[in-house]
Structures are given as structure tokens and as C-alpha cells.
């Protein structure tokens, strides 16, 4: 950290407008979609001048479009958020999962903020702006303990968001007064705080603000596979590189499979981690699912006897929030030559989740492996699917104990004669009621006159099933309220028996032979 040397003569700007940048449309010609935060913050800095005493010539606002390259920008922003007054996120789910953002207000809140007078109670200097509705999104925790009334900049605004605002003319007059409104609020903000200048601050170092990517958002790729400096005389090092995670079994097609993977989980919707498995097998086994998870296993790898025990253990720990790839290139001779053997060995180590797959699913791409990158591609939806749907069902919250049922002391006098069970003992008039009153009418039809001489329905649907004595009851046999009730809700966690996925072997699998 460096001082700002800040010129106490130079006019500090009110506001830092931090928003996520938009890629443009893959056609051709696309217009830039970060013209209307441009737009948004011409109006508001001309807002804010018609409020303020702004001399002529002083930066009213500060807004970033450098696209966060270079050197000279992160030391700009770390300038411009030591000095602004005012901090303007645009809210949208892109916002917050973009890193820079999460820095650039993790920069701004690092300074203090104190109260202009003794009776004002504002202690941010926080302004958040909705750009998109953010009512199906969940808000990090930084956000969330916000108080701010949105609603207070007019209810088509808090209904539509100020993106949909400045397009659509039919809500012209709603921006305006919403512009307004928002620059009204950054000057109240700007002269009811004291925000002293801070230090300048690395920006590329620092961390992001936010966490809030749900786990089954996240993948953890790790990768089982030596480095350059540890592999076995007979295994060429042109497959691997300076890192374990440098694994480029493909090669020369494609680029490493980490990243290759990670690549492709992105486009799943995942945001992926890539690691190595000897980092992460540990916290694995001790049953720790901080996320999905995806291992890419080199076969050549489980020649190693450690890591082969490492492998084993994370078979018996039945972590099946963890999906098994092994590429395995078909164009590689050293890997043709030895394919039975270490088909042999990975069947060996992986025993237990070998047993419990089904058939179909040993080797989704054949026999031996994922011989090609395009069989890889094709499987790893499938196996990061797999391990996001088993890390839900592992994860989610268990439902709650049902309330136990009403005593009845009407049934318990009914058991026998002078309130004696059959056996002579006498009967507990606490005991839960586990009939209802269309058995007892049943019973009573049947009947049944509450002085003993006649067992009751009630009772006998208590008795043991074991019990010689027990008679049969007509009415609870032919309840069609017992039957299956067709509309009940499907639970898609139960397991039937029938469901195709479970317990698929690992990707790439050798199957029967």
C-alpha cells in the first residue's frame, strides 16, 4: 500500500460508478452493450452538477472503461476508489459474479465512514442501483445488509430495473425521474458522511467482496497425474509439464485437460477450480463436499504405489459427489502397448465403484477409455451433471421429524376389560393413537362396545404381526385411502431401484471383458 498524496485543492469526484462490463453479441456488428451504462452515467454526472457546487472543469463521477487491462488501470482505480465519496454499484447477476467488481468494493469499504453530524445515523457510503431485476438472485452478504428502500426511485424502476428503463421509450419519464432521484440520493450520501481519503491499495491483489456462487454452481476439477521431474523411465515427458495439472493427454490436439475441462464446464454454467488431487483426496475422504467435483485420473499415474493407495481409499470413502474421467489417448503408443495392464490396475484400485456400476454405464464411450478429446467432450457434461445432482442430494436439508401423534384415552380403556391389555397388564392410557375415527366406526359397526368384550379395531392394528391372536381386519385390507396415491409428488432424490444413473462407473471405464 502506498499513500494517495491526494491534493486537498483538487475537487474529490462524488461518485465511482462500478458496473460489470458486457461482451457483445457473437454476430457480427453487434453494438456495445455498455453504451447505455455510458449513457447512465453522462445523465447522472449532469444530475449531479445541477445539485452541487462542482466548479467547472472537476471530475463529477468516475466510471471505468478500460475493460480491466493494463498496469495504468488498476493503479487508476486504486486511485479513484481511495478518493470517491460515493460508491455506485449496478446491481445485475452479472455484477456479482464478476471478480473486479467484487474488488473494486472490497477497496472502496476498506475506508471508514463516519456520520457528518451528531444526528445523522448513515454509515455507508454505499449507493446501489438496480440495473436488472435482481428478485430471483440471491445477494451476497455485503449486499444484503444493505437497508436501502429501492422502491423510493419509483416503482417501475424497482419492477424493471434502469436497463429496461432507458430502452423501452414507454418509460422514459420513469428514468428521468429515477436519474433524478439517484443523483439526489449521491449528494445526500456524499454530504451526510465523512469518508476520509485512504491509501491506495494494489488492486490486482486485492480479494473479491462477494461469495455468493451457490457450491452446485461450482465445480472442483483436480487432476491425478505426475509432473515432468517425477515420471518413470518408460513414460514420454512430452504429455506432461512443469505441474501435475499440466496433464495434456490429448497433445498435440486441444490444450492441457484441465483447462480444456474447465473450458467446457464453463459452458455448463459451472464456475470451475482446478486442482490436484493429492491437495484435495484428503478432504474428499473425511466426507468434506465443499462443491461438485470432477477427478481426471491418468492410468499411468495409479503406477505409483502412493497414489494408487490414495485412489483406493477415495473409492471406499463412496464419494459420490465426485465424478471419474480417465482420458486415455488412443493415438498414444506407449498407452496402446500397455492398455490391458493398466486397464488392470485402474479396475483394481477403483474395485468398489467398479462393483457398483451397472453395465451400460461401464466406459460411456466404449470399452477402453475416452480415446479421443471428442469423446471427452462428449462425456464430461455427463459426468459434471452427474456429480452436481449426487452433491445436491447429499447436501440438501433433511425434512423435518413429523409431530407425534395425539394420546388417546378413549383406546386405551378400550383394550380390554376394566382398561387391561390381553395379556393381563395394564394398558397404558398414554399411548399414541395410531387409528382414526373412520376405524373406530368401523369397529363399532363391527360390533364393538368399549366394555372389552369385543377386541377393537384400534387394537387390533396394534398387535404384533407375529401374534397368533391377532384377527384379521376387513376394513384396513380393503382402505382404498391406503392404496398409492397416483398424484403423489415424484421425489426426485428417492431412490426407486429404477433409475438408469445410479451408481455409473467412472467415465472411461473398461467394462466387461
Not at 454476430?27 to 445541477?50: M, T
Request: aromatic residues 10%.
Amino acid at each position: 500500500m502506498t499513500d494517495r498524496g491526494w491534493d486537498e485543492d483538487d475537487a474529490r469526484p462524488y461518485f465511482f460508478l462500478s458496473y460489470a462490463h458486457t461482451p457483445k453479441a457473437g454476430a457480427r456488428g453487434a453494438s456495445d452493450p455498455n453504451h447505455w451504462v455510458r449513457q447512465l452515467y453522462r445523465d447522472l454526472c449532469e444530475a449531479v452538477l445541477q445539485l452541487t457546487t462542482v466548479p467547472d472543469g472537476a471530475a463529477v463521477g468516475f466510471m471505468d472503461e478500460s475493460m480491466h487491462q493494463g498496469e495504468l488501470w488498476a493503479e487508476r482505480l486504486s486511485d479513484e476508489l481511495a478518493t470517491c465519496r460515493v460508491f455506485v454499484p449496478l446491481y445485475s447477476p452479472r455484477y456479482f459474479n464478476s471478480v473486479p467488481c467484487g474488488q473494486e468494493w472490497h477497496a472502496f469499504t476498506r475506508r471508514p465512514v463516519y456520520p457528518a453530524n451528531l444526528d445523522s445515523e448513515r454509515t455507508s457510503g454505499i449507493v446501489p442501483v438496480l440495473w436488472a431485476p435482481m428478485s430471483r438472485y440471491r445477494l451476497p452478504n455485503v449486499a444484503s445488509e444493505l437497508q436501502f428502500n429501492h422502491a423510493s426511485f419509483g416503482p417501475e424502476y424497482a419492477t424493471e430495473g434502469l436497463y429496461a428503463l432507458m430502452k423501452l421509450s414507454y418509460f422514459r419519464s420513469a428514468y428521468e425521474l429515477a436519474v433524478h432521484r439517484l443523483a439526489a440520493r449521491i449528494v445526500q450520501v456524499a454530504e451526510e458522511t465523512v469518508i476520509p481519503v485512504g491509501r491506495r491499495l494494489g488492486f490486482n491483489g486485492l480479494p473479491s467482496a462477494f461469495n455468493v456462487t451457490a457450491p452446485t454452481k461450482q465445480l472442483r476439477i483436480s487432476v491425478l497425474a505426475y509432473h515432468q521431474n517425477e515420471l518413470p523411465a518408460d513414460r514420454s515427458p512430452d504429455y506432461y509439464g512443469e505441474r501435475r495439472t499440466d496433464w495434456h493427454p490429448y497433445r498435440p490436439v486441444g490444450s492441457p485437460i484441465a483447462q480444456h475441462a474447465a473450458r467446457l464446464a464453463r459452458q455448463l454454467g459451472f464456475q470451475p477450480t482446478v486442482h490436484e488431487f493429492d491437495e484435495e483426496v484428503e478432504s474428499i475422504i473425511g466426507g468434506n463436499a465443499e462443491a461438485p467435483g470432477l477427478l481426471l485420473l491418468d492410468r499411468w499415474a495409479l503406477r505409483d504405489p502412493r497414489r494408487r493407495e490414495l485412489v483406493r481409499r477415495f473409492d471406499r470413502s463412496d464419494a459420490t459427489w465426485v465424478s471419474i474421467l480417465e482420458p486415455f489417448n488412443g493415438d498414444d503408443p506407449e498407452c496402446a502397448d500397455r492398455a490391458d495392464e493398466l486397464g488392470d490396475l485402474t479396475d483394481e484400485t477403483l474395485r468398489i465403484t467398479r462393483r457398483a456400476s451397472r453395465p451400460s454405464f461401464l466406459g460411456a464411450t466404449g470399452p477402453t477409455g475416452l480415446h479421443s478429446l471428442e469423446d471427452f467432450d462428449d462425456a464430461l457434461p455427463r459426468a459434471a451433471m452427474k456429480a452436481k445432482y449426487a452433491f445436491e442430494g447429499r447436501t440438501r436439508a433433511e425434512p423435518e421429524e413429523p409431530p407425534p401423534p395425539r394420546p388417546s384415552l378413549r383406546d386405551a380403556f378400550r383394550r380390554g376389560t376394566g382398561g387391561y391389555g390381553p395379556d393381563g397388564s395394564p394398558a397404558d392410557p398414554f399411548e399414541y393413537d395410531r387409528g382414526d375415527d373412520r376405524d373406530d366406526r368401523a369397529d363399532d359397526r363391527a360390533g364393538g362396545n368399549g366394555t372389552g368384550r369385543t377386541t377393537s379395531t384400534t387394537h387390533r392394528r396394534r398387535d404384533n404381526g407375529d401374534d397368533p391372536h391377532r384377527e384379521r381386519d376387513p376394513h384396513r385390507e380393503q382402505d382404498p385411502h391406503r392404496e398409492q396415491d397416483p398424484h403423489r409428488e415424484h421425489d426426485p432424490y428417492r431412490d426407486d431401484g429404477d433409475e438408469p444413473d445410479d451408481g455409473m462407473a467412472p467415465l472411461g471405464g473398461r467394462g466387461p471383458r
